[in-house]
């Protein structure tokens, strides 16, 4: 394999990472103006300095070339104080994401690509994820999960156990809270030191 394909596969899970950043901040505008919205933070690889990893495509698989690791999509915790605007909240979402990209002030992502950890304010327990249907219960299989949509709009994935440190980017990529208003943007978390040369 060449050089320039593994600089172009390097670049291209950067720019990736930094369009997940980009729509973080969107997002958090977009938020920001509803009153129960706490705390919002940015979790998962689009929080960290990418990493080097052989990855799942087998051109590179096959040879053992190391490239930065593949952001999926975006990782948002939000802290909540109150749960009855969880559908206000996801259409926010989309619409700030859509008009942003429409404008050329946003990057292309969409709000099925940014997946909401719903944590209650105060004791820092998580709730569920932010449904990305439009109605709820939409009828699809994953709404059929116990507990899915009691809350609207909280949707309960099958057997998820939130990992111990699921939070612990927050400690250093909390966008929002509450009372302190903007924090930091999404886009001067950490980046590796290789993509600063």
């Known amino acids: 394999m060449r050089q320039?394909?593994?600089d172009e596969q390097n670049a291209y899970q950067l720019r990736r990472q930094r369009d997940f950043r980009w729509a973080a901040d969107v997002v958090v505008d977009a938020w920001?103006?509803?009153?129960?919205v706490e705390a919002v933070a940015v979790i998962g690889s689009v929080a960290q300095a990418l990493w080097m990893e052989v990855p799942r495509f087998r051109e590179f698989r096959r040879e053992g070339i190391e490239v930065f690791h593949e952001c999926m999509d975006l990782d948002l915790a939000l802290w909540?104080?109150?749960?009855?605007r969880l559908g206000a909240l996801r259409r926010a979402k989309d619409v700030a994401l859509r008009r942003a990209y429409e404008k050329g002030t946003g990057p292309s992502?969409?709000?099925?690509q940014v997946d909401v950890f719903l944590i209650e304010a105060g004791s820092d327990t998580y709730r569920g994820r932010l449904c990305s249907y439009n109605s709820c219960p939409k009828g699809k299989p994953k709404c059929w999960v116990p507990g899915c949509g009691e809350i609207p709009f909280n949707r309960i994935v099958e057997d998820f156990k939130p990992y111990v440190d699921l939070l612990a980017p927050a400690a250093y990529a909390t966008l929002y809270r509450r009372g302190q208003g903007r924090?930091?943007?999404a886009l001067d978390l950490?980046?590796?030191e290789e993509a600063l040369t």
Not at 32 to 36: H, N, S
Not at 80 to 84: A, G, H, I, K, V
Not at 109 to 112: D, P, S
């Open 190 to 192: 950490p980046v590796p």
């Open 32 to 36: 920001m103006k509803f009153e129960e």
């Open 4 to 6: 320039s394909e593994i």
């Open 183 to 185: 924090l930091m943007s």
């Open 80 to 84: 909540l104080s109150r749960w009855d």
């Open 109 to 112: 992502v969409t709000g099925h």
